[in-house]
């Protein structure tokens, strides 16, 4: 007697598991040797002990010794160790950061590295599989999987400002995983694992690799990411229902100014606490994220219009932008 029709195209348990275990299997062994342990001295402290080490993961680009990781993990050292795979230490520089999406690089002198390869972010999927490998807790090494669970999420950066784009995974990452590669089952980066949610069960974040790939060139050239700056302070208000009307406002918040520096731009332009900014070149202003995206490197230099509430007037303002240092 023979099986049901059914039973024919069925794949048995076996080989669907040897199949997963062999994709995973894959990727580890194309990353994991470019996967290091970075241990952050600080100024004023003494050299960790083993039992310590790992305070942060990180990834071998290139083979002239270029590691990417997170600002998060290097900001502030005094000094950086790194160990790699095959047990060799070796100490680092830093040649840039970037706060606001959490990236640094950092420089390596040792000879035979295995680097790893790119991959792209954008054509990730909900519910792909990734592979996360980092060493946290200071267990080298450590390798979890997992799924992209969403795409688009927003996470905000220690710096204040939001890194766009963000890919969530239900991959189990701890302390210590920060700054190591998300990896797709073929063994390319599409990733830099960056955050955990404390309290949270399956929900990890990464910083995509085409983020990180549009801000290489500036922090290898110039060790930082150039943006446009104000100088102001200031909170999402929402705004009068009667002004909106008066002034034929299609938006119903703004940013109010709460503190001016000195000597930045918008103070020599006559900005004010209190002033309400509604618009910067045409373009509306409902949030401070809203002001962020709009303060690109490309308006460095150049005199932009910000639209103000100051009252129940509306003014024009001319502001120079300055380089935010």
């Not at 930045?264 to 006559?270: E, I, L, S, V």
């Amino acid at each position: 007697m023979g099986l049901p029709a059914s039973a024919k195209y069925q794949t048995p348990d076996h080989e669907l598991l040897d199949a997963y275990s062999r994709a995973v299997i894959h990727a580890v062994d194309r990353v994991a040797p470019a996967v290091v342990s970075i241990d952050v001295r600080k100024t004023g402290s003494e050299r960790r002990s083993p039992a310590q080490a790992g305070t942060g993961s990180g990834f071998v680009f290139a083979t002239d010794g270029l590691v990417l990781t997170n600002s998060h993990v290097v900001d502030g050292a005094s000094g950086i160790d790194v160990v790699l795979p095959d047990g060799r230490e070796c100490q680092a520089d830093l040649i840039g950061q970037d706060r606001d999406t959490d990236v640094a690089v950092i420089k390596i002198s040792a000879s035979d590295l295995s680097a790893v390869e790119f991959g792209d972010s954008q054509t990730l999927r909900p519910g792909q599989l990734v592979i996360a490998i980092g060493n946290p807790y200071g267990f080298q090494a450590t390798v979890t999987t997992g799924v992209v669970s969403a795409l688009g999420r927003s996470l905000r950066a220690r710096s204040g400002r939001l890194i766009e784009h963000v890919i969530q995974t239900d991959a189990a990452l701890n302390p210590g995983n920060s700054g190591g590669p998300l990896v797709t089952s073929t063994g390319a980066i599409v990733g830099v694992n960056t955050a955990i949610i404390a309290g949270g069960q399956g929900l990890s974040f990464s910083v995509p690799i085409n983020t990180v790939h549009a801000i290489l060139p500036a922090l290898l050239r110039d060790g930082r990411v150039r943006r446009g700056y104000l100088g102001v302070a200031g909170q999402d208000v929402p705004l009068l229902r009667r002004l909106t009307r008066f002034h034929h406002l299609a938006q119903t918040a703004g940013v109010l100014v709460i503190s001016l520096e000195n000597d930045g731009p918008a103070r020599q332009a006559g900005v004010r606490d209190g002033d309400i900014i509604v618009s910067l070149d045409q373009h509306a202003v409902t949030s401070l994220d809203d002001l962020h995206r709009l303060l690109t490197v490309e308006r460095i230099g150049a005199t932009v219009t910000l639209g103000i509430l100051r009252g129940v007037e509306r003014l024009d303002v001319q502001i120079k932008i300055a380089d935010r240092k």
